[in-house]
């Protein structure tokens, strides 16, 4: 029998037209990130298209589409099995062990202070986001209490307030006791980035969703749309909500925010900027960078290099006065997956490699900290990191990864 390219079968047919919608789909997903469907619904597709090549094939239709079918849906199973198998406490590479983490936990403040947007610690408690609602427990991780009925979806801790937005998409910002009481709403923009400072509250406001794809999709056709078009604005207000004041326009992807001395730190569209907390002298300090942190003297950022791929950075861990003068590369490193500063540390994962790195901002003291299978780095405060997984799972551990706790 003569091999054609296209199944000849309903089901072979079917097959090739979910495995190819599957190509397409993912495809778009990974580049360009404006197809609003879970991965796994994706997924699906390919595995339904795999499904109906298997048994076209049986029936005798042997087309090079039912071929192909085959092949994307082996790679689907062999992919993601391999991540759902990561995903389970066996491939941790460090012991979920309660018992162990009380003790641990309940000696070490070194987190005490940090806020993470999902997570953050005050005194004795921690407070953690966990399916759009609020919980604390003790630094010991015993007493968990559900603070809130309502949603919270990013929350910062200062003083004897919860600052937090509500969604993740159209986000109002509100506080609130820590103890859940005395909700207040301050903004109904939709929050893009926030700080609190003392007395001051600075936030950036950003394109729903929906929107944000709508232009992504439109700057693809065309050359007089660009995504550094600016489509919200930076804004600061009293931590009451009082004497709210615009500072300056945004582009379309604003970045972190911090306050130091009478300054304004931002990072906007791959931009730093510096401006005054009245809303003059607006500079923008280095046309290419991701925002560290600030001292005194000094602005630690880092700029990415070209890498011909998304899945993973070429970077130089940068200074430079806080004017914009004196900049200097104190370290380059290649094929890094994810990284992020705290208390005068530099922490990585590299790609296809397991375990958490760091090493000063120049360069020196470079070690490598553990052996854990990283899917995402959230953060680092202390002594501990915090990292998630494909399935959802997220956790607290050590950074020498002798214990971890499961927060969700």
């Known amino acids: 029998m003569k091999m054609t390219f296209l199944p000849h079968s309903r089901l072979g047919k079917w097959g090739f037209a979910l495995s190819i919608s599957f190509v397409i789909l993912i495809s778009?997903?990974?580049?360009?990130?404006?197809?609003?469907?879970?991965?796994?619904?994706?997924?699906?597709?390919?595995?339904?298209?795999?499904?109906?090549?298997?048994?076209?094939?049986?029936?005798?239709?042997?087309?090079?589409?039912?071929?192909?079918?085959?092949?994307?849906?082996?790679?689907i199973l062999f992919v993601f099995g391999s991540i759902l198998l990561d995903s389970t406490d066996f491939f941790k590479g460090f012991p979920v062990v309660k018992d162990y983490s009380q003790r641990t936990e309940g000696s070490d403040r070194s987190g005490d202070g940090m806020n993470l947007g999902e997570i953050s610690q005050s005194g004795e408690h921690i407070y953690m986001v966990v399916k759009n609602r609020l919980y604390r427990?003790?630094?010991?991780?015993?007493?968990?209490?559900?603070?809130?009925?309502?949603?919270v979806s990013s929350i910062f801790i200062s003083g004897e307030w919860i600052y937090f937005t509500d969604d993740p998409d159209i986000s109002n910002l509100y506080r609130m006791k820590k103890d859940g009481s005395e909700r207040t709403k301050l903004s109904e923009d939709n929050i893009a980035q926030y700080c609190v400072s003392d007395d001051m509250v600075l936030y950036s406001t950003k394109k729903s969703?929906?929107?944000?794809?709508?232009?992504?999709?439109?700057?693809?056709t065309s050359v007089d749309i660009l995504l550094e078009t600016e489509a919200g604005t930076l804004n600061k207000m009293k931590t009451d909500g009082s004497e709210k004041t615009t500072l300056f326009k945004v582009s379309l992807e604003p970045g972190k925010i911090e306050i130091h001395a009478e300054w304004i730190y931002y990072e906007d569209y791959g931009k730093l900027y510096r401006i005054?907390?009245?809303?003059?002298?607006?500079?923008?300090?280095?046309?290419?960078?991701?925002?560290?942190?600030?001292?005194?003297?000094?602005?630690?950022?880092?700029?990415?290099?070209?890498?011909?791929?998304?899945?993973?950075?070429?970077?130089?861990?940068v200074r430079m006065k806080i004017d914009g003068s004196e900049r200097s590369t104190l370290a380059s490193l290649d094929?890094?997956?994810?990284?992020?500063?705290?208390?005068?540390?530099?922490?990585?994962?590299?790609?296809?490699?397991?375990?958490?790195?760091?090493?000063?901002?120049?360069?020196?003291?470079?070690?490598?900290?553990n052996n854990i299978n990283i899917w995402a780095?959230?953060?680092?405060?202390?002594?501990?990191?915090?990292?998630?997984?494909?399935?959802?799972?997220?956790?607290?551990?050590?950074?020498?990864?002798?214990?971890?706790?499961?927060?969700?």
């Open 28 to 75: 778009l997903q990974v580049r360009f990130s404006i197809i609003p469907i879970p991965v796994f619904a994706t997924v699906s597709l390919g595995v339904a298209g795999f499904v109906a090549a298997i048994v076209a094939f049986i029936r005798k239709d042997r087309s090079i589409g039912t071929f192909i079918s085959i092949v994307i849906g082996a790679v």
């Open 137 to 151: 427990v003790n630094t010991d991780w015993t007493g968990r209490t559900k603070v809130t009925e309502f949603p």
């Open 209 to 220: 969703l929906a929107e944000f794809n709508e232009i992504k999709k439109k700057a693809m």
């Open 276 to 317: 005054k907390i009245d809303g003059t002298e607006r500079t923008m300090i280095s046309g290419k960078g991701r925002f560290g942190y600030v001292t005194d003297t000094w602005l630690y950022f880092t700029a990415l290099r070209d890498t011909g791929t998304d899945a993973y950075y070429d970077l130089d861990v």
């Open 335 to 369: 094929r890094v997956y994810f990284f992020t500063f705290d208390e005068g540390w530099f922490y990585f994962v590299l790609k296809s490699e397991k375990g958490l790195h760091r090493m000063r901002p120049d360069g020196t003291e470079m070690q490598k900290l």
């Open 377 to 408: 780095l959230d953060g680092v405060s202390g002594n501990w990191m915090y990292i998630s997984d494909y399935s959802g799972a997220y956790y607290r551990v050590k950074l020498d990864g002798s214990v971890g706790t499961r927060i969700n």
